[in-house]
């Protein structure tokens, strides 16, 4: 299995756990790390760093999800994952990645390989959509 850390500027981290849970349901194995502009930047550095060693107790490995490559979130989450063996960094993290990660993680416990599936489908998500055709028996429903 492999354990789950968001880490992003500001909310980014609770907001898309939010979302993710109001989808997928409260999440096991999973850390949310919030970079608030008021918290010193050490409290990142060792909220990472703890979570990363709780998780690998129970976990194969892990994977920390950050929103922006080359934001403080990642380049911390980077340094930090460069000291255990099998944790792993994404950048541009999107809810359908974070959602299939949290559906598939069950069935790996190789961090690159998981990472790489995680990748793909981030990419997937990211579309421009010009022009929808919409059916006339289009059931609105309760939706996503």
Do not use: W
């Not at 999973?30 to 060792?46: A, C, G, K, R, T």
């Not at 709780?54 to 929103?67: F, M, P, Q, R, S």
């Not at 990660?101 to 579309?127: I, M, P, W």
């Amino acid at each position: 299995m492999i354990g789950i850390i968001i880490s992003g500027h500001a909310q980014f981290a609770s907001g898309i756990t939010s979302s993710l849970e109001m989808i997928a349901g409260k999440q096991d194995h999973y850390h949310v790390i919030d970079f608030l502009e008021e918290n010193p930047l050490e409290q990142i550095s060792e909220d990472i760093e703890n979570a990363i060693i709780e998780l690998k107790k129970e976990c194969e490995g892990v994977i920390i999800y950050t929103d922006l490559f080359g934001g403080t979130p990642f380049k911390t989450a980077l340094m930090l994952a460069q000291s255990h063996d099998n944790v792993g960094v994404m950048a541009g993290t999107n809810l359908g990645m974070l959602i299939d990660g949290v559906f598939s993680r069950l069935a790996h416990d190789n961090v690159v390989e998981f990472a790489k599936l995680s990748e793909d489908t981030g990419k997937e998500q990211v579309q421009f959509v010009k022009e929808i055709e919409v059916k006339e028996d289009f059931d609105e429903g309760d939706g996503i």
